[in-house]
């Protein structure tokens, strides 16, 4: 069945970066667009990054533009979210998706950004 699996998530003081990751097992990777969302505590799930199958497209959320970058490696079947000059309002758990007639998601990880 479809797993998605992230990690690498944490806390960072604001200016920092870090690098999620997201294992996925269970269909053909290299086949689908994949997408990493984020949930702030109160506020609705919104997506952050998006990744077309072959690269060709990333598209990013206004308020990550500039500093996050959406990567895939299909030898690995992984998608990853490079995140810089990290700001509060970047605390969120973060998590990877994938649609195919249904959304999959991964059980998220927690990125907290404070000093």
């Known amino acids: 069945q479809v797993q998605l699996v992230e990690s690498g998530g944490g806390l960072v003081q604001p200016g920092g970066s870090l690098r999620l990751s997201c294992a996925a097992s269970?269909?053909?990777?290299?086949?689908?667009?994949m997408r990493w969302y984020r949930q702030a505590p109160g506020k609705e799930r919104e997506l952050v990054a998006t990744i077309s199958p072959t690269v060709a497209f990333r598209n990013y959320a206004d308020s990550v533009k500039g500093r996050f970058i959406i990567s895939r490696d299909n030898a690995k079947n992984t998608v990853y979210l490079q995140m810089n000059s990290l700001k509060p309002e970047d605390t969120a758990v973060y998590y990877c998706?994938?649609?195919?007639?249904?959304?999959?998601w991964g059980q998220g990880t927690q990125v907290t950004v404070s000093s």
């Open positions: 269970g269909f053909t990777f290299s086949s689908y667009t």
């Open positions: 998706n994938t649609r195919m007639g249904y959304d999959y």
